[in-house]
């Protein structure tokens, strides 16, 4: 690969380990701190549009997530009783069928992280950077210990130094390399709502991906496999508040009163928090290169947003392909870096926009000359041009 010899990536989430396993499999040197580990990762599932499936093929796991899921086209909207009231046709495009595969993500990351270890790269659980520090050359870095949110970093004294042409934040909405790179410019902003998620069996009537509106509450039902599937309620949740696990079923049932049929059978079958998980949706994005020198940001790091287009882990997988296939094609890291950065803002800027313009329309949010714009060409328009556009 012209452009690096070795990278050390920061996150071993979906978009750190497509990116592991696309410069592994390109003979790049590649290694992985995770704080975490994989167990952790955000149990429940997500979709994987077909844009995504496309640059999953890329590294050679698309067929195992869709024998690991459940492939499906259109979406639908049911009324709050469970009638289905339209269907969302697939946008015809560049990227073929199945349109969607909703997926676990334990088994998602399962796949990528197996993709990446086949192909050289080291995946070390329980780390983190310590430290930076960059010269003309490469990127000095020294790792600390560190397994979870609610615990420090510890440093390892120095015993753990290593250099690396590049270093790769792919390390969430919280992203510790976007600090290093532009301190407190981009902090995730509260949109004032949340998702409540409950993995559960899945009924014989949910086949595909179904939306119900029921005022400000938003259910989601999605298909996992064959056997299961998980619900997400979008809620709002004014003044970013903290719940005590042991209430979780309880506050998830409060909220789904008003819908009846087959969805308020599922309500009313949600008695045990533990399958229940609770998470404040925020925003950002950074409008700037995601990068200086010899250090990059992507995915979540560099633009989240809520999922009302279930593509920001397809963006994530976007810009790791798109980052491998840069590094590979320019013999400096500059252009490369550059390159790579100018193909992926203006896509991603997409998503994180209409987004959150979707959710501050359907939640009767205040909406911006900017929203209105883009709500015109609704769901069907977004996916339409996601489709049409090569990533
Ligand atoms: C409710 C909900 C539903 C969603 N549904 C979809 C969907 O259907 N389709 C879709 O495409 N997207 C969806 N998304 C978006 C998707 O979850 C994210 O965009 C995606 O996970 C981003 O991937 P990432 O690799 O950039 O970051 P993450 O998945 O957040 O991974 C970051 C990793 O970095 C690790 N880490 C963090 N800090 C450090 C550190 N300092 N040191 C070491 N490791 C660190 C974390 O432990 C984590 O493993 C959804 C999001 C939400 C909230």
């Not at 299961?228 to 696990?245: C, D, F, K, Q, T």
């Not at 020198?293 to 392909?321: C, F």
């Not at 977004?382 to 556009?389: E, I, K, P, S, T």
Request: with cysteine; proline share 6%; hydrophobic share 45%.
């Amino acid at each position: 690969m012209p452009a690096v010899d070795s990278v050390l990536i920061q996150g071993g989430g979906v978009g750190g380990l497509t990116l592991a396993a696309a410069l592994a499999q390109r003979g790049v040197q590649v290694d992985v701190v995770e704080a975490v580990g994989s167990d952790a990762v955000l149990g429940v599932g997500l979709n994987q549009p077909s844009n995504v499936l496309a640059a999953l093929d890329e590294i050679g796991v698309r067929q195992a997530c869709i024998d690991a899921g459940f492939p499906f086209e259109e979406l639908l909207l049911w009324s709050p009783a469970s009638e289905q009231v339209a269907a969302i046709p697939p946008p015809a495009g560049l990227y073929g069928t199945p349109s969607n595969n909703a997926i676990s993500r334990p088994l998602y990351n399962g796949i990528l992280r197996e993709a990446a270890e086949r192909a050289g790269a080291r995946i070390r659980t329980g780390a983190t950077v310590w430290e930076l520090t960059e010269d003309d050359a490469g990127v000095e870095v020294e790792l600390a210990t560190w397994t979870g949110k609610r615990t420090a970093p510890r440093r390892d004294g120095g015993a753990d130094r290593r250099r690396y042409d590049l270093v790769v934040g792919f390390d969430g909405v919280r992203s510790r390399i976007r600090e290093h790179l532009f301190g407190d410019r981009y902090v995730p902003v509260p949109t004032g709502f949340a998702v409540w998620r409950v993995v559960m069996p899945r009924p014989a009537d949910v086949t595909h991906i179904v939306m119900a509106l029921s005022g400000d509450v938003k259910a989601v039902l999605t298909p996992t496999s064959r056997t299961e599937m998980y619900i997400a309620l979008v809620s709002p949740e004014p003044g970013n508040p903290r719940y005590e696990r042991a209430d979780f079923a309880r506050l998830v049932r409060e909220r789904m009163t008003s819908f009846s049929g087959l969805i308020g059978q599922l309500r009313d079958g949600i008695t045990d928090e533990q399958y229940v998980s609770y998470a404040p949706l925020e925003s950002l994005m950074v409008r700037e290169p995601w990068f200086r020198g010899r250090v990059a940001i992507a995915g979540d790091a560099a633009h989240t947003s809520p999922p009302h287009l279930a593509q920001g882990a397809a963006m994530a997988v976007e810009d790791a392909v798109v980052l491998a296939a840069s590094l590979d094609e320019h013999t400096s890291l500059p252009d490369a870096l550059d390159a790579w950065y100018l193909r992926r803002r203006d896509r991603a800027a997409f998503v994180a926009d209409m987004s959150l313009a979707l959710l501050r329309q359907e939640t009767g949010s205040e909406l911006t000359p900017a929203d209105l714009e883009l709500l015109q060409m609704g769901i069907p328009g977004a996916q339409a041009r996601l489709a049409a556009q090569s990533y």
